[in-house]
């Protein structure tokens, strides 16, 4: 049986302050809430509380590392939220969140306070530098809040740190997109001079037509451009050091080849299988964190109302697919694959 070391859970996808143009659901370009409330009548997607509590125990039988609340939506929104950090101490699993920095409902240091003594890691959305271009990604942001918000989070983190020993990673979590990549390297330099930890990102999904020439992979020139910006970025994060001098560290801020616009190199490989599950608002189970849709064409791994992990894991449809995922079309194109 697979070793799962982080489950995910799509807690509250609709329930966000923010509407980035990439996003499936609150873009302004996408039309998911009204496909959904047309076919479901449901207005709003949001686990049940008492799921939470069975899946921290179920974890920590299977002896997961980290559970991380929603990625889709913003995790401090659902009401639960403190639920995570509670069962979090109790069980002894960190806590893995991603948010985009907008802290609503508390004040930062408020919230640092609940995230920072269980948390592995702390992935912070920013897409740009300056105002403007901040702003027209991240529509409904305040890019000096947002800013100020950062720096009070590290802050907190430092004092916790030399309070407890307990250290907890911060990154700064971007989406590769021709309109804000050439920033890299002063957002490295930004998130250097604050002491952020690490920057990572993945290519875009381009969900929306208004979108698509956005992305890196559409053609040789597009991925030469992206290369040549991976070669500054690195050039940036020997120049432009933490504090303590360390350097930060940068997550698939890869290299692309030619290849990359059609199938998947043998060179590559999903990060996520026999590593991960997700679990959607309604208890679907999936394999991994590609579009709703899309994850379909993987396969049905069933639904927490009446499957386990254990069961999935034992499955042969997951054990299938992950020894035979290169030839899912889905992940041949996929955007998070990593290289070997």
């Known amino acids: 049986m697979p070793k799962l070391y982080r489950i995910t859970l799509d807690t509250n996808p609709e329930d966000c302050n923010l509407k980035c143009i990439m996003c499936e ?46 990625t889709m939506g913003e995790p401090l929104l659902y009401k639960d939220i403190d639920k995570f950090f509670q069962l979090a101490e109790k069980y002894d699993i960190k806590i893995n969140l991603t948010t985009n920095g907008t802290f609503p409902k508390r004040d930062v240091t408020e919230w640092a306070e609940l995230i920072l003594p269980v948390t592995s890691d702390t992935k912070i959305s920013l897409n740009g530098v300056t ?55 002063e957002i490295i ?38 290369n040549s910006i991976v070669d500054k970025a690195n050039d940036a994060a020997e120049t432009y050091r933490k504090p303590n001098g360390e350097k ?10 030619e290849k990359e616009t059609s199938l998947i190199p043998e060179s590559y490989a999903c990060p996520f299988l026999g590593k991960e599950l997700w679990v959607s608002a309604t208890g679907k189970i999936s394999p991994c964190c590609a579009p709703d849709k899309e994850r379909d064409s993987l ?29 899912k079309p889905l992940c041949q194109a996929c955007v998070m694959r990593k290289p070997l």
């Not at 509380?49 to 921290?56: E, G, H, M, V």
């Not at 930060?248 to 080849?257: A, S």
Request: with cysteine.
């Open 299 to 327: 396969g049905d791994f069933g639904n927490y109302k009446n499957r386990t992990f254990k069961e999935v894991l034992n499955s042969s449809i997951y054990n299938d697919l992950i020894t035979n995922y290169k030839q």
């Open 189 to 226: 330099k930004l998130g250097a001079s604050m002491g952020v930890d690490r920057i990572k990102g993945h290519h875009l999904w381009t969900h929306f037509e208004e979108i698509k020439d956005l992305s890196f992979k559409t053609n040789k020139e597009s991925i030469a451009l992206w």
């Open 25 to 70: 659901e609150h873009s302004r370009y996408s039309n998911f809430k009204n496909e959904l409330y047309d076919s479901t009548g449901v207005k709003a997607r949001r686990m049940p509380s008492n799921w939470i509590d069975k899946i921290f125990q179920e974890a920590k039988e299977l002896d997961v590392k980290e559970i991380i609340p929603s």
């Open 131 to 185: 105002k403007d271009l901040a702003e027209s990604i991240m529509q409904g942001i305040h890019f000096e809040q947002h800013v100020s918000n950062l720096k009070a989070f590290i802050e907190c983190r430092d004092l916790h740190y030399r309070k407890s020993g307990f250290y907890s990673r911060i990154t700064l979590q971007l989406t590769f997109m021709q309109k804000n990549m050439h920033q890299l390297p």
């Open 248 to 257: 930060v560290l940068l997550e698939q801020i890869d290299y692309l080849n």
